[in-house]
């Protein structure tokens, strides 16, 4: 008879975790307390009646390599769109663009730096690409800022460069985000290569890609997903555990793998939940009657949008007008904002470096109070491994000890683990 394992929570950690236990062989069902499958990375549908929109601008880089072999696994390679060299535009406030390519040519005539930082950066960017994790572990007591400061990096090139990579990662600004964190994605992304460090876009909305094809993929091999399925309470056993869910059911299975937001573990299993915090983002999806640019994806310096993300280009809508979906990290300034203030300020911060008669249409902000924990220094030490106390009984999540940030890889990276230990601990 095959073993049963049930895992609890339809993020990218839970289905990571139950496809590689359905691949071992385990009989798996996959409980979702919402309709659809993707936890954090989810769609809701656009209220004019266009395409999904995501809940926020997803993206990753080729360095993820166990997020991009789980897409291979679902066979939906092809909703990525990925950059063939990389290509990043910087656009000034006065409307200058710089792009960052794998060329060294385009950082040295950098022109938002100094001549000075832009060496300084460069020499940043080879130590970081060459440290070790055991030179990486105990910058956690410090902030990215602060360790930045003492290799060398002068706030001029904090604000205007490393800040564009750290806070969209970290969720954080660089003067609170772990400097372990921090150098761990900066060396990954950066010192890994060119090729690594390549964007790649989403052309569909990427809840509805992970929903169908991760059920799919379960279903294919004997498993089960279950939908609004709210779990109430984990009762470790001698060789089992049940969940309770609401409504009165009772799963009972030989392994389980609680891949829940933390903040929802501690309601139902607090003995595992760590005292992480939370930090929001915000995403505004701005339509335009005509189009503002033909930039795929830019940042916009010296603003508080980060990242702008070209939904027209990406995903290849049709015209004559474009959506721009705008990416703001570690919002907690804006979090409670109006709608329409945050719309507004993005659309003043386009039309003061894109000159054009375009006309902003309509507007949506979303907005993920929790998106991901709060990447502070000290963390290191709050994050869980994959193993509880309970034997059958494991955690997975982007908040557990990955290494990495809230990260799409590091939600994968998580679940593999929590699958593997319990492949091994169930032999």
């Not at 290509?87 to 938002?112: C, H, I, K, N």
């Not at 379960?218 to 279950?226: D, Q, T």
């Not at 507004?344 to 949506?364: N, P, Y």
């Not at 709050?382 to 557990?400: C, E, F, I, Q, V």
Request: charge should be neutral; charged fraction near 20%; glycine fraction near 10%.
């Amino acid at each position: 008879m095959a073993r049963t394992a049930v895992v609890a929570g339809g993020g990218l950690a839970g289905i990571a975790a139950a496809m590689d236990l359905a691949d071992a062989g385990w009989k798996v069902t996959l409980l979702e307390s919402k309709k659809h499958l993707g936890g954090m990375v989810s769609s809701f549908p656009d209220p004019a009646g266009g395409p999904d929109l995501d809940n926020g601008e997803h993206i990753a880089i080729e360095a993820c390599t166990e997020l991009l072999g789980l897409f291979q696994k679902l066979d939906c390679l092809g909703s990525l769109k990925r950059q063939p060299r990389l290509r990043l535009p910087f656009v000034g406030p006065d409307g200058r663009v710089a792009e960052l390519t794998e060329s060294a040519w385009s950082f040295l005539t950098f022109p938002f730096l100094s001549l000075g930082d832009r060496w300084r950066v460069a020499r940043a960017i080879r130590r970081i690409g060459k440290m070790t994790d055991a030179e990486i572990a105990p910058l956690d007591n410090f902030s990215a800022a602060d360790w930045l400061e003492d290799i060398g990096q002068t706030p001029e090139s904090i604000a205007r460069f490393w800040e564009y990579f750290i806070s969209p990662a970290l969720n954080e600004p660089a003067n609170r985000a772990s400097a372990s964190l921090a150098a761990r994605v900066l060396r990954d992304a950066m010192g890994l290569g060119p090729k690594f460090s390549r964007f790649c876009f989403f052309r569909a909305p990427l809840g509805n890609v992970f929903a169908n094809g991760a059920a799919g993929y379960l279903a294919n091999k004997g498993g089960e997903v279950k939908t609004l399925a709210s779990v109430t309470k984990v009762k470790p056993g001698k060789n089992s555990v049940t969940l309770e869910l609401a409504g009165g059911e009772a799963l009972t299975a030989d392994v389980c793998v609680l891949a829940l937001p933390h903040a929802d573990l501690a309601e139902v299993f607090p003995e595992s939940a760590p005292p992480l915090e939370h930090s929001p983002i915000l995403n505004a999806h701005l339509w335009y009657d005509r189009p503002v640019t033909d930039l795929e994806v830019f940042a916009m310096l010296d603003c508080r949008v980060h990242w702008v993300f070209n939904r027209s280009v990406i995903a290849g809508l049709p015209g004559p007008g474009q959506q721009l979906s705008c990416s703001i990290s570690a919002a907690r300034d804006w979090a409670h904002h109006p709608s329409e203030e945050i719309a507004a300020a993005c659309d003043v911060e386009l039309k003061r470096r894109f000159k054009g008669d375009a006309r902003l249409v309509r507007f949506v902000v979303s907005r993920e109070h929790r998106a991901t924990f709060s990447a502070r220094p000290g963390t290191a030490p709050m994050r869980p491994g994959a193993r509880t106390r309970h034997r059958g009984l494991y955690l997975a999540g982007a908040w557990t000890d990955t290494g990495y940030p809230a990260t799409m890889e590091g939600a994968v990276r998580s679940g593999r683990a929590a699958a593997r230990e319990a492949g091994i601990e169930g032999r």
